[in-house]
């Protein structure tokens, strides 16, 4: 089976900084891009971060700008983000997806360009 697991999530004080992992389980991750998307109660589903299928072009959303840091590592078959400076408004279940587009040397945060989702990690930010 194809799997997508979060993990790294919890609670956090302001100021404070998270790792969140996203390993692969029945597929190698080497031809996806892989985009996170992170949704609040009662809000919309909005695009983090993304990172192509080489590493080689990142994006990040203006709210996490500065703050975040997407990176993957081919041997472990994972994607992480690294977020510093957490702030209240970064409150949400965090998830990650994969774009298996032929052919995509970039990526994006379009969630019907992903097939396949994990389940999400919390991430609170309180004090």
């Known amino acids: 089976q194809l799997q997508l697991v979060e993990s790294g999530g919890g609670l956090v004080q302001p100021g404070g900084s998270l790792r969140l992992s996203c390993a692969a389980s029945g597929f190698s991750l080497d031809h996806y891009a892989i985009a996170w998307f992170r949704q609040a109660p009662g809000k919309e589903r909005e695009g983090v971060s993304c990172i192509s299928r080489s590493g080689s072009s990142t994006n990040y959303a203006d709210s996490v700008k500065g703050r975040s840091t997407i990176s993957r590592d081919s041997a472990k078959n994972t994607v992480y983000l690294q977020m510093s400076n957490l702030k209240p408004e970064d409150t949400a279940v965090y998830y990650c997806?994969?774009?298996?587009?032929?052919?995509?040397?970039?990526?994006?945060?379009?969630?019907?360009?992903?097939?396949?989702w994990g389940q999400g990690t919390q991430v609170t930010v309180s004090s």
């Open positions: 997806a994969a774009d298996p587009t032929p052919y995509r040397f970039t990526c994006n945060t379009r969630d019907e360009a992903h097939e396949y």
